[in-house]
């Protein structure tokens, strides 16, 4: 894992702004933070970039246990990049603000050239090299401050508002350069955005923050899905990056229809391994996160794609569920809803209902 966080919170005088009970964050995939002002993004974002420490708890990276201390934190923090809502120039020529970080970095003159202007490419801001920063507009310096991020070739890229008091255009070329780092050099990104949409584009998984806590603020667990066989033990689903799932859909369905899939996370059931001996089909997963929430417990496991349960807390503590344990799903018939569908879905007595059907009842 690349990040590892237990019983974290941050405590500022007497208010406690962020309480992470537990967390894990994988290598190499793009996560979303969302939340409102005041929700502890900011907070969470420089925990991760070593530039703050935990009140209590500990926070683990690359499967170590951070030591909070000058000596310890320097060599964390040549790995990890924090790019701020509110990037700050250097005054003078925009290849002195890439040189920056590579000085520190002991990196020499030379190479030094060469990395500047390959992260200029990067960013499309190539013809930007002797340009004086303070005649940027807003758009041209967030651009400019991600190539000086991306010049230091971090392992994470944190970012906080990437994409805030910047014109339409720059949000797109923005995002596109976050992606691309991401699926080219393999660069971990989470970024903080006020954007669901963003959020869903971008990322593997959304981590939504409210009061300082995990929050599910959003509603988990909605996946499109193609219809890729029906059986009488059930109706095969393929999602995106080709996880396949079956599930108890009753009706039938066109040849590849598209469904939007909805998978409760309060009637979705997780066992141990030995609770899963002689059950048939059950997916195998991983725990990748598990947090209090409203005086449940949630639990989020990997399956080739996030999927969150809910338990009580009774569940919780007889489950024992350990974050990087192995487990299997189970998916009922109660868990399972179907949203929407393209194109026309025929049903059939004991369907599975439709929320559109309801919401046309109400009208």
């Known amino acids: 894992m690349l990040y590892e ?42 925990l991760l970039a070593f530039l703050d420490a935990p009140s209590t708890g500990t926070i683990s990276f690359r499967s170590v246990p951070v030591r909070h201390t000058e000596k310890s934190l320097l060599p964390l ?20 603000n890439l040189e920056f970080g590579l000085k520190i970095r002991k990196i020499e003159r030379k190479k030094r050239k060469s990395l500047i202007e390959e992260a200029l490419a990067q960013v499309g801001m190539q013809d930007f090299f002797y340009a004086q920063a303070s005649t940027l507009s807003g758009g041209e310096t967030k651009r400019v401050a991600l190539a000086r991020a991306l010049a230091v070739r971090p392992r994470v890229l944190l970012c906080d508002e990437p994409t805030a008091n910047v014109d339409g255009e720059n949000q797109g070329v923005i ?39 995990l929050s599910d603020l959003l509603r988990d667990n909605v996946f499109m899905a193609t219809i890729a066989g029906q059986s009488e033990n059930g109706t095969v689903c393929s999602l995106q990056n080709g996880v396949e799932i ?32 002689g059950r048939d089909g059950l997916l195998a997963a991983t725990v990748v996160m598990i ?49 929407e569908v393209f194109p026309l879905y025929r049903r059939q007595t004991g369907s599975v209902p439709l929320i559109s059907d309801r919401s046309s009842s109400n009208r």
């Open 175 to 213: 995002l596109d350069i976050l992606e691309r780092a991401n699926r080219e050099q393999g660069i971990a990104i989470v970024f903080a955005t006020h954007s669901h949409s963003q959020a869903q584009r971008m990322s593997r998984q959304t981590l939504i923050l409210k009061d300082g806590r």
């Open 5 to 46: 966080l237990e019983a974290v919170t941050r405590v500022h005088g007497r208010r406690t702004v962020l309480d992470i009970p537990a967390l894990s964050i994988p290598d190499g995939k793009i996560y979303s933070l969302i939340g409102p002002n005041g929700a502890g993004k900011t907070t969470l974002l420089h």
């Open 77 to 96: 923090r040549r790995q990890v990049v924090l790019l701020d809502q509110y990037p700050i120039l250097f005054t003078g020529p925009v290849w002195k």
């Open 291 to 339: 947090a209090s929430e409203n005086g449940r417990i949630r639990i989020t496991v990997d399956i080739g794609l996030p999927v969150h349960a809910i338990l009580s807390r009774p569940e919780y503590a007889r489950s024992r569920f350990t974050v990087g344990g192995k487990v299997f799903l189970c998916i009922g018939e109660k868990a399972v809803l179907i949203e």
């Open 246 to 277: 079956r599930v108890p859909l009753a009706g039938t369905f066109a040849s590849s229809c598209r469904i939007r899939l909805f998978l409760n996370p309060d009637h979705l059931i997780v066992l141990r391994e030995s609770e899963a001996e």
